[in-house]
């Protein structure tokens, strides 16, 4: 009576059963594999998990808690990256981006290309600004960390995973090549960036920034405050117009490169943001449910007017560093009007104000 | 990089103590951890994307190349891809939680070293979650028979027996102490059963003909032994804090009882009733690789730091002989509400089982030997009419209160302040009750269905495949129509689900406060 190995004529194909995952609602004509990939792998007692959950914390909250955020939407999981990354694919994306960093550190080092940076960079520059801004990525990665275990829906986590872990390789990068100019200048102490972050004016108010957002309790306020104003008005006029494009006239080949690949992920996660305020401020959900977009579009706006003026206060305290170079090929005031379009132009869609 | 302990060393140099704003952790933890301790991974991102890349490409590389083109699962023995179906979903559901689990611990504990191995890991667990769900995909498009893994991460859900797998591997895993649950995932988890589960799965998954398991499992495996290493770190770090100890014992012997109450039982129908080769009963590979390797190797190098073998570790060695079989048999006589086909016991079956289990064949024997005349429609009469009734289930851990074996069991019923009755299947799960009622209130599966037709359920569950018809659970293999149960054989027999703590007076049971 019991089957053994395949007797294919006694099998019909399919067996009364597709032939594709039938628990997941693909957001186009097909699944695809990303969704196949992450869809539902959270339990969650408003959608499969019904009777609730097995355990309740010590303090008796749920595992997973709408309060989490101040945002409202009746299904988090309707959220799909734009990026469509999961894991084989962002992993096989972030070893590109590694491998072209260290490729070229490596005929840096070996083709003594180091030795052609400006010393004033090296020294001044990359050494105290550069491994400082390490420090802003690394606080990053530690706020977006937070909404990984809070974000509730699998696909909302995934996204903020790999974001979080962005910065943590971008974080890492820097910290490789201050080694690499440590060992090729001698002089530079080991601790300046430290000290940079620590007690520099021009990163005050960014670290302020950083520690509000590594404090903060709201995982979608943590997740869009940083895609729609830090990292397009902090992050790309300190890492894309001032170290991407510095780092070229003063000899240095390497920086650019490490901010090329950055710039990369930022845009790739400002677009994952987008598709998250775009599915909080429609009108209804996926399948026709109410979603509270006018609430939702004032939630949004508390944000950026609560978060706008220090990070105003960041970009402005940075523009000072744009003079000290001998090589100049921006000025900082140009520089900050480029970026605050951007953010201004972002926020536009949204019928969202940067009021500062 | 020319210096690794150098780079390894500087990466960890970019954290700092807020001065503007404070920092809480989303949870506080009732540990004292020590701000620097052993960096227990010592990986750069750099590498660590090149050698999992490397990886990737292997394991995807045979499943969308070789596997597939040789139509190998196919050839699988049909019996052990049914239990992949439960198997995969339960993995999964702990895969995903792991990941929570690195980010809350990545949030609480202010240790570099620490947190570096939390944050490899997290990256770690995502990738066994998405490879996990990309073979349940694959093998819903190639397996003989893709019911139940086309619906896996769904059914696991409302089924009475994989429901409480949610318990042990995904709440357990996350709502607790941050460090709670590190001792849970990491040092009883994975330390204690992921060769119990990735290793001994890969070796029968291999006998029977089934190439696709071995290929994800043992890449799985790979990234596993770092992940023990994380615990041990995490380990040394609290014990030292000596005023840890008192906590951290605690902490332990709850985690392996909760583990263990759920997995023990499922690995033992895993192992000894799916596979057609065999290679090893269930309690060897358990003897192997959990009280010789984990406990005599892991657990007990750490006695001389204080902390103890856990609590019910001799029960919990006496239970894994029979919990399995027990377990076994009322997944057996539930087969209607599964999501797989439970095959009937052959002779060699028997044979072997009796000799792996002396005395199976007296306490189980006859319960197989009726459910294989029952497993044929036409004799109109379902296997749980074998059972007295289906047994109450257990608040804390929602497996049936009836383990390690019926005439074994030490189960109680409790009633709270409330006058609400709570079955519990044994002492550790009273006592974890009694510590914190107020966290178990959670509806069990047959509080939730009490009184529903079981035709109905099968229906509404989404168990009857394409045809309208035919059920997703089947008592045997067959494939030919007239051995096929469908929802009209269901429904003629006119069978209830009851929770048999309905009719029980709640005024005579003893009051937990």
């Given at each position: 009576m019991s089957g053994g190995?395949?007797?294919?004529?006694?099998?019909?194909?399919g067996f009364y059963s597709?032939?594709?995952?039938?628990y997941i609602q693909p957001a186009g004509r097909r699944l695809s594999d990303y969704e196949a990939a992450i869809c539902h792998v959270q339990p969650d007692v408003n959608h499969y998990?019904?009777?609730?959950?097995l355990l309740a914390a010590?303090?008796?909250?749920?595992?997973?808690?709408?309060?989490?955020?101040?945002l409202r939407h009746p299904?988090?999981?309707?959220?799909?990256?734009?990026?469509?990354?999961w894991q084989r694919t962002y992993m096989r994306q972030q070893a590109v981006e590694e491998r072209a960093v260290a490729a070229l550190l490596d005929s840096a080092r070996g083709n003594g290309?180091?030795?052609?940076?400006?010393g004033f960079w090296a020294r001044e520059i990359l050494a105290r600004y550069h491994q400082g801004y390490a420090f802003l990525e690394w606080g990053l990665f530690l706020a977006l960390n937070r909404a990984i275990r809070l974000a509730l829906s699998d696909t909302l986590t995934m996204m903020i995973t790999f974001t979080a872990v962005d910065r943590l390789r971008h974080q890492q990068a820097i910290a490789m090549y201050g080694l690499e100019l440590e060992q090729e200048f001698?002089?530079?102490?080991?601790g300046l960036g430290r000290e940079t972050w620590l007690a520099d004016p021009a990163y005050q108010p960014a670290r302020r920034v950083v520690e509000r957002l590594m404090a903060a309790e709201d995982w979608c306020e943590i997740v869009v405050v940083c895609g729609v104003l830090v990292d397009p008005l902090l992050s790309t006029l300190?890492?894309?117009?001032f170290f991407r494009r510095f780092a070229s006239v003063n000899g240095d080949p390497v920086t650019p490169v490490i901010a090329i690949t950055a710039e990369r992920d930022r845009l790739r996660y400002l677009k994952a943001v987008r598709t998250l305020m775009e599915m909080v401020t429609?009108?209804?959900?996926?399948?026709g449910r109410p979603v509270p977009a006018a609430a939702n579009r004032a939630v949004l706006q508390d944000w950026i007017d609560a978060w706008g003026p220090p990070v105003r206060a960041a970009i402005d305290a940075f523009l000072?560093?744009?003079?000290?170079?001998?090589?100049?090929?921006?000025?900082g005031d140009d520089a900050r009007d480029v970026v605050v379009a951007g953010c201004v132009a972002e926020l536009d869609r949204f019928d969202l104000e940067l009021r500062w | 990089m020319r210096d690794l302990d150098t780079a390894h060393a500087r990466i960890k140099e970019y954290a700092w103590e807020p001065d503007y704003f404070a920092r809480r952790p989303m949870r506080e933890t009732k540990y004292k951890i020590p701000r620097r301790s052993k960096d227990p991974f010592r990986h750069l991102l750099r590498d660590y994307v090149a050698m999992e890349e490397e990886k990737d490409n292997r394991q995807y590389g045979a499943l969308e190349d070789v596997v597939a083109r040789t139509r190998s699962p196919e050839r699988a023995q049909h019996r052990w891809m049914e239990v992949l179906k439960p198997l995969l979903s339960m993995t999964t559901c702990a895969e995903y939680a792991a990941v929570k689990c690195m980010a809350s611990l990545v949030d609480t504990v202010d240790n570099p070293e620490l947190r570096q191995g939390y944050v490899a890991q997290m990256l770690d667990e995502m990738r066994h979650t998405n490879q996990e769900t990309y073979l349940i995909r694959y093998l819903s498009r190639?397996?003989?028979?893709?019911a139940g893994f086309n619906s896996a991460l769904s059914s696991r859900s409302v089924n009475p027996l994989i429901r409480a797998a949610r318990g042990a591997v995904f709440d357990v895993f996350l709502n607790e102490d941050p460090l709670t649950c590190s001792v849970q995932?990491?040092?009883?988890?994975?330390?204690?059963?992921t060769n119990a589960v990735f290793v001994a799965a890969t070796e029968i998954a291999a006998a029977n003909d089934d190439p696709a398991t071995p290929s994800v499992f043992l890449n799985i495996q790979s990234d596993e032994v770092r992940h023990m290493a994380n615990g041990y770190a995490t380990l040394s770090a609290l014990l030292?804090?000596?005023?840890n100890l008192p906590t951290l014992q605690r902490d332990f012997d709850a985690a392996f009882w909760r583990l263990h109450v759920f997995m023990d039982s499922f690995l033992g129908v895993v192992y000894d009733y799916?596979?057609?080769?065999?290679?090893?009963?269930y309690r060897e590979y358990w003897e192997q690789?959990?009280?010789?390797?984990?406990?005599?190797?892991?657990?007990?190098?750490?006695a001389p730091f204080?902390?103890?073998?856990?609590?019910?570790t001799e029960r919990i060695r006496n239970d894994v002989a029979w919990g399995g079989h027990t377990c076994a048999m009322l997944a057996a006589a539930l087969?209607?509400?599964?999501?797989w086909r439970h095959d009937v016991m052959e002779p060699d079956d028997f044979a072997y089982l009796e000799e792996k289990y002396p005395g199976w064949e007296r306490y189980y024997g006859p319960f197989w030997e009726q459910y294989r005349e029952m497993a044929?429609?036409?004799?109109?009469?379902?296997?749980?009419?074998?059972?007295?009734?289906?047994p109450p289930l257990c608040?804390?851990?929602?497996?049936?209160?009836?383990?390690?074996r019926p005439d074994l069991a030490d189960t109680r019923l409790v009633r709270d302040a409330d006058g609400r009755k709570h079955a519990l299947c044994s002492e550790p799960c009273e006592t974890l009750f009694r510590e914190?009622?107020?966290?178990?209130q959670c509806a069990t599966w047959l509080e939730l269905?009490?009184?529903?037709d079981l035709a109905e359920y099968i229906e509404r569950v989404g168990l009857v495949r394409t045809d309208g018809r035919?059920?997703?659970?089947?008592?045997?293999?067959?494939?030919d129509e007239k051995h096929l149960w469908t929802i009209d054989d269901i429904r003629r027999l006119g069978v209830e689900i009851r929770?048999?703590?309905?009719?029980?007076?709640?005024?005579t049971l003893p009051v937990v406060a």
């Open positions: 190995g395949l007797v294919p004529a006694d099998v019909a194909d597709p032939r594709e995952l039938t998990d019904f009777g609730g959950w010590p303090d008796g909250k749920s595992l997973f808690e709408a309060s989490s955020t101040r299904d988090w999981f309707q959220y799909r990256d734009p990026s469509s990354l290309y180091l030795a052609d940076l400006d001698d002089g530079i102490p080991d300190v890492g894309r117009h429609a009108e209804a959900d996926r399948t000072p560093v744009f003079d000290l170079p001998s090589m100049r090929p921006v000025v | 190639h397996a003989p028979d893709p995932v990491q040092v009883v988890g994975e330390a204690g059963y030292a804090e000596p005023d799916f596979p057609k080769v065999r290679l090893r009963s690789w959990i009280w010789q390797d984990w406990i005599g190797g892991y657990v007990e190098r750490l204080g902390l103890e073998v856990p609590r019910w087969w209607p509400v599964h999501y044929d429609p036409a004799n109109g009469a379902l296997a749980l009419s074998l059972i007295e009734s289906i608040r804390v851990c929602h497996m049936p209160t009836v383990l390690p914190a009622p107020w966290r178990y269905y009490d009184g529903m035919t059920l997703v659970g089947q008592p045997q293999l067959q494939t929770d048999p703590l309905r009719h029980v007076d709640a005024t």
